[in-house]
């Protein structure tokens, strides 16, 4: 059976390189690790226009591998987890520039299938995990409709892993917390 919820994949281009590199795939959540209800969505919904700190938040150098897999309880809450793995001290370099690229937040707006909602990005309250995490709450607001994601952006020796928790209304807090928790839990030690 294919991994349709594993969707992203790099790995090293040297023989060398590839041999020391983790296997990801097992490291992310899969459907077995979260309640019933949820599944792999089908295909995207679209294309999403961010502000450019998330984008930037993004661009990361240095990885031998990275992996990202995607859930859905019907269209809201949605879980999204990045997992990557970077050689020698770029982890915790892209770990402070995704820092910095987030905490640069303030006032954001995101585009999608013509609605726009705009709102908030501040830092979270988080317990720590692995090596440093940092957190943050995002509230966005738009025709009537508010959306709340939280991210937790932590690094465990050599891997960054990003989850994201985004659902309508009031952030869950308590269900992000354990999705975190849950993926951060499947980590490796490298």
């Known amino acids: 059976a294919s991994s349709p919820h594993h969707p992203s994949v790099t790995t090293a281009n040297t023989p060398a390189a590839a041999a020391r590199v983790p ?18 969505p089908s295909s995207s919904s679209g294309s999403v226009r961010e502000p450019d700190c998330f984008t930037a ?13 995607t ?38 707006t995101f585009s999608a299938g013509g609605a726009t909602l705009t709102g908030t990005v501040q830092a979270m309250s988080f317990p720590t995990l692995g090596d440093e995490s940092r957190a943050y709450d995002v509230t966005l607001s738009g025709y009537g409709f508010t959306l709340s994601i939280q991210i937790v952006l932590a690094r465990k020796g050599h891997e960054l892993l ?6 309508q209304g009031a952030p869950d807090r308590g269900s ?9 839990g499947k980590l490796i030690v490298t």
Do not use: H, M
């Not at 793995?85 to 910095?100: I, K, L, Q, V």
């Not at 992000?176 to 951060?184: C, Q, T």
């Open 71 to 108: 859930f859905a309880k019907s269209q809201l809450p949605v879980l999204i987890e990045n997992l990557g793995y970077y050689p020698g001290s770029s982890a915790a370099s892209n770990f402070t520039a995704a820092a910095a690229a987030l905490s640069s937040c303030k006032q954001v």
């Open 162 to 167: 990003v989850v994201a928790y985004a659902d």
């Open 23 to 40: 296997q990801l795939a097992p490291q992310l959540v899969s459907l077995r690790d979260l309640p019933a209800g949820w599944s792999v």
């Open 57 to 69: 938040a993004q661009r990361t150098s240095g990885a031998a591998a990275d992996q990202s897999a």
């Open 176 to 184: 992000f917390g354990r999705f975190a928790n849950v993926a951060f």
